[in-house]
T-cell receptor, first 112, second 117 residues
Framework: QQPVQSPQAVILREGEDAVINCSSS?????VHWYRQKHGEAPVFLMI?????EQKGHEKISASFNEKKQQSSLYLTASQLSYSGTYFC?????????????FGIGTKLQVIP | NAGVTQTPKFQVLKTGQSMTLQCAQD?????MSWYRQDPGMGLRLIHY???????DQGEVPNGYNVSRSTTEDFPLRLLSAAPSQTSVYFC????????????????FGNGTRLTVT
C-alpha cells in the first residue's frame, strides 16, 4: 500500500514553481514529506495531520485532502538548493504506532 | 547532540555471512525504526520499536532480526546475508509529540551502504 507520487521527475529553472502530488489507497492519519540529497539521509520537511494541522519548518507549503487521501507539496520560487528527491510518507488510522510507508520519490532538479 | 548514528558507513559481505548494523540515538527518542532504500522502490520499513523491549515487523522483515535492550540502541542483524539484501539501510528515531507518536517527524541516520556478493 505504498503511496503513489507524481511526477516521478521534474526539471525546473531557478525561480519556477513545482507541485508534487502524493495519493494513497487507504485512509490516512498523517502525511510526511522529506527531501533527500544524493548520498545523504532524508531530511524532514513537513507533517500534515488529519484535521488540518501542519507542522514544518521550511519555506515550503503543502496541503492534505483527507477525503481524497491526497497531499500536495508546493515549491515556489525554486532555488538550486531545492534539488533532490522528495518522498511522501503516509500514516494510516489504525493503531497508535508510527508506521510510515513511503512512496518511491520525485526527483527534482533545479537548474540556473 | 550527535542525533542518530549508524555504523559502519560501508560494508561488503559474502553470501551467507552474518553481521550487525548498529544504530544509536542520543535524543531519548522512544521510537526507532529501520528502513532499506533500493533504486525505484523508495524507503521500505523493515522493523520498528516503540520502546525498550518492544519490537515489531514492518513491510520487509524477512532475513532481518532486531532487539531493543536500551532506549538508545537498535541494532539490525543479518543472520545469513543474501545478494537481495544489497541496499542502503537507514535507521530513524522519533518521539511522542503532543501525546501521539504519529505526529512526530522521523530523524534519520546517515545510512549504511551494504553490498552482498
Amino acid at each position: 500500500q505504498q503511496p503513489v507520487q507524481s511526477p516521478q521527475a521534474v526539471i525546473l529553472r531557478e525561480g519556477e514553481d513545482a507541485v508534487i502530488n502524493c495519493s494513497s489507497s487507504k485512509a490516512l492519519y498523517s502525511v510526511h514529506w522529506y527531501r533527500q540529497k544524493h548520498g545523504e539521509a532524508p531530511v524532514f520537511l513537513m507533517i500534515l495531520l488529519k484535521g488540518g494541522e501542519q507542522k514544518g519548518h521550511e519555506k515550503i507549503s503543502a496541503s492534505f485532502n483527507e477525503k481524497k487521501q491526497q497531499s500536495s507539496l508546493y515549491l515556489t520560487a525554486s532555488q538550486l538548493s531545492y534539488s533532490g528527491t522528495y518522498f511522501c510518507g503516509t500514516e494510516g488510522n489504525s493503531g497508535g504506532y508510527q508506521k510510515v510507508t513511503f512512496g518511491i520519490g520525485t526527483k527534482l532538479q533545479v537548474i540556473p | 547532540n550527535a542525533g542518530v548514528t549508524q555504523t559502519p558507513k560501508f560494508q561488503v559481505l559474502k553470501t551467507g555471512q552474518s553481521m550487525t548494523l548498529q544504530c544509536a540515538q542520543d535524543m531519548n527518542h522512544e521510537y526507532m525504526s529501520w528502513y532499506r532504500q533500493d533504486p525505484g522502490m523508495g524507503l521500505r520499513l523493515i522493523h520498528y520499536s516503540v520502546g525498550a523491549g518492544i519490537t515489531d515487523q514492518g513491510e520487509v522483515p524477512n532475513g532481518y532480526n532486531v532487539s531493543r535492550s536500551t532506549t538508545e540502541d537498535f541494532p539490525l542483524r543479518l543472520l545469513s546475508a543474501a545478494p537481495s539484501q544489497t541496499s542502503v539501510y537507514f535507521c530513524a528515531s522519533s518521539y511522542r509529540a503532543d501525546g501521539d507518536i504519529r505526529n512526530s517527524p522521523l530523524h534519520f541516520g546517515n545510512g549504511t551502504r551494504l553490498t552482498v556478493t
